[in-house]
């Protein structure tokens, strides 16, 4: 298993590099560049320029300033430097985990990304708890009343649910409850009132889970069914399976069956992608999401970033959330053979 976890680590190496590089290299080509955005914005135009920052010529609008103040600008961004050294100086910081600094917040990206997790993580794990702690009760009681009325009419609900897209629920809640032209019951915007630091430390909690509940409903509204279906028939598969009845020939009740024997098996599926659902949940981002009740956090950020081509933020961001992701693959396989001991990694180390 160790010999494995070390191929895996290795293998994350390459990996990483690939994606930086074809990543690196996009943007290299990408129209309206830092340096275009500037020169426009210094000779008092709102367009950005048609070639990318990454090429040795800037687009028309920047004939109106001398080489000498372009070389600057250039300068400022790092772009006077040949595309492989950025590249090879890029990853030498990165590995350190020295981002950079944005090239429109005056800020690090480190805190940067740590100025938005709060609205993020209030985001992700609650609707990771959510989904986790409804959908697999939910998908267990669905398998074991198959085709009942019970399960016919959550499949409905959760179905439909499902083909309602998390903006356009949002948009309803907020006309809804958001002091539209029906109800003022829920905050419009924010994640926590203006007057939050005056308030006591449970009015602090009240209040931002007060305003936490409409966005957290549109979010997890679509991830029920996904979850639920999976469950369910995870579920209905084992319970047809031979040593099912078996344990009940031996006289064992219902609940010890499905939650001792079937249970074990049957969850395992769902495991795959726990590790990856518990990491991404700190750091999900939702850009309409976080538009409609205007909360700044990481997929507004991550917008914002690509329009404006902030490539540290840009590039930044994405070394560290495919490093998360990437070790949340591994401890999914880990959790593999954690929870099933018929699963051994000597096997593969061996080939």
């Known amino acids: 298993m160790w010999a494995y976890i070390l191929k895996r680590l290795l293998l994350m190496i390459p990996t990483l590099f690939g994606v930086m590089l074809i990543t690196f290299a996009v943007t290299q080509f990408v129209p309206g560049g830092p340096v275009e955005q500037m020169v426009s914005q210094l000779e008092g135009k709102g367009a950005v320029g048609e070639a990318s ?16 103040h372009i070389k600057e600008i250039q300068a400022l ?14 990853m030498s910081n990165y590995i350190t985990f020295e981002f950079g600094e944005s090239y429109f917040h005056n ?74 032209s029906f109800f003022d019951v829920f905050p419009l915007r924010g994640l926590v009132s203006d ?37 369910k028939n995870s579920f209905i598969e084992e319970i047809r399976k031979q040593y099912v009845l078996t344990a009940r020939a031996k006289g064992l ?3 010890r069956v499905l939650y001792h024997h079937v249970f074990r098996n049957a969850v395992i599926p769902l495991v ?35 329009l ?14 495919t490093l998360l992701g990437l070790f949340a693959k591994l401890m999914a396989d880990i959790s593999y053979v954690l929870i099933d001991p018929r699963i051994h990694f000597d096997s593969v180390d061996n080939k």
């Open 253 to 255: 009740t219902e609940n």
């Open 308 to 321: 404006k081509r902030d490539y540290p933020v840009v590039l930044g961001t994405l070394y560290l959330f």
């Open 107 to 180: 800020k690090s990206v480190m805190e940067l990304v740590v100025s938005k997790l709060p609205v993020s993580i209030s985001l992700g794990v609650w609707t990771f708890f959510i989904v986790y702690l409804t959908c697999i009760p939910l998908g267990i009681a669905k398998a074991v009343r198959d085709g009942s009325g019970f399960d016919v009419v959550t499949s409905t609900l959760i179905l439909v649910g499902y083909s309602i897209p998390g903006f356009v629920l949002g948009i309803a809640l907020l006309v809804l409850f958001g002091g539209g």
């Open 272 to 306: 795959t992608g726990f590790p990856a659902a518990f990491i991404g949940a700190f750091f999900t981002g939702s850009l309409l999401i976080e538009t409609i009740f205007s909360l700044d956090g990481l997929g507004l950020l991550s917008y914002e970033s690509v």
């Open 77 to 90: 961004y790092g772009f006077d430097k040949p595309v492989h050294q950025r590249f090879i100086d890029m």
């Open 53 to 68: 920052s990454g090429t040795q010529g800037l687009y028309r609008g920047a004939t109106g300033l001398d080489e000498e």
């Open 195 to 231: 007057n939050w630091d005056d308030l006591s430390m449970i009015d602090q909690v009240l209040d931002y889970l007060w305003h936490m509940v409409l966005p957290i409903i549109a979010s997890v509204i679509g991830s029920f069914a996904v979850m639920t279906m999976l469950t």
